[in-house]
């Protein structure tokens, strides 16, 4: 199937649909729901976000620059974001670290490609582009969020703080935190959770009946119990992350009393929430996962 212009930019509007679903999506745990704000975080600026995203996605399609410019539009994304009116903070680092090199993927196909391939394609992109391509757009990105990603970028790379940040490309910093972040560890390997949680939503869609926001919902439960979210990790320690995890797992145990289900589901909401914790990490990924569903659907329909 030839991937036309119309198509690509089909994509882009899906990849920034599926930012503000997975935010609605009811009965999530400690994170952005239409009920539920986190932090500073609520569904008025998810909403707001949509549109520069998408304004980003397009842009990059658009650009006739001859190689790809990540670390650019991460910061570009991060400025208009922060900078707006109605949102001013951080709502989409993490996504826009994800999505700005499918979107590339999708530019340079000409074909349509299944979310697994696109995936592939991404990491591949990124790594035979971003070998060249200096760290300083993204680190400029991260300053701009100081100081909620003041040193959470450590080993042998350089601090966000440091004015000189030397030889450093953008794929070293991302291969490095790759270790210790799920965001770096999906660009850089092939997307391999967002791709298995993709996989799991389509099964659950089929359960609920093409309910995308119920599917979205279950999804993350499955994910919790599978994954440890680096905010969780970073705001609670490794130790209690590992609790949360098997309590996730006990509480999808019980799908058959669904009574007792929900009260522990909400315990466990209430907890993360108490202790000021964003399960936004693993948000990110269902997002993306959300909108490789869509494009799955919207390929075999």
């Known amino acids: ?31 952005v729901s239409y009920r539920s704000p986190i932090k500073d975080l609520n569904m008025a600026k998810f909403v707001a976000t949509s549109p520069i995203l998408n304004k980003v996605y397009e842009s990059i399609l658009d650009e006739t620059v001859d190689k790809p410019r990540i670390g650019y539009w991460i910061r570009v994304t991060v400025s208009e974001v922060i900078n707006n009116e109605y949102i001013r903070t951080n709502t989409c680092l993490g996504y ?46 991260l300053r701009m969020l100081n100081p909620s990603y003041a040193n959470r970028y450590l080993g042998r790379i350089p601090d966000i703080q440091v004015g000189f940040i030397g030889n450093y490309t953008l794929i070293d910093i991302l291969t490095e935190s790759s270790f210790f972040d799920l965001i770096a560890y999906e660009v850089t390997h092939n997307y391999e959770l967002t791709i298995d949680t993709y996989q799991y939503m389509k099964e659950v869609l089929n359960e609920v009946q093409s309910n995308i926001l119920e599917s979205i919902s279950r999804t993350q439960y499955h994910l919790i119990s599978k994954y440890l979210d680096s905010e969780v990790v970073k705001g609670l320690g490794m130790e209690r992350a590992l609790l949360v995890k098997s309590y996730q797992k006990i509480i999808n145990l019980l799908k058959d009393s669904k009574e007792v289900q929900q009260r522990l589901i909400k315990l466990l909401d209430t907890y993360l929430r108490s202790n000021n914790v964003n399960l936004g990490t693993l948000a990110d990924i269902l997002a993306l996962a959300t909108s490789f569903t869509l494009l799955e659907h919207s390929r075999s329909d």
């Open 96 to 141: 826009a670290i994800l999505t700005i090199p499918i979107i590339y993927a999708v530019k340079y196909s000409d074909t349509w490609l299944n979310p697994p391939e696109l995936a592939k394609n991404a990491t591949t992109l990124l790594y035979s582009t971003t070998s060249n391509e200096d760290a300083e757009e993204f680190y400029k990105a």
């Open 1 to 31: 199937m030839k991937c036309n212009t119309l198509y690509k930019k089909y994509v882009s509007s899906i990849l920034s649909l599926g930012f503000v679903l997975e935010a609605l999506a009811p009965n999530k745990i400690s994170t």
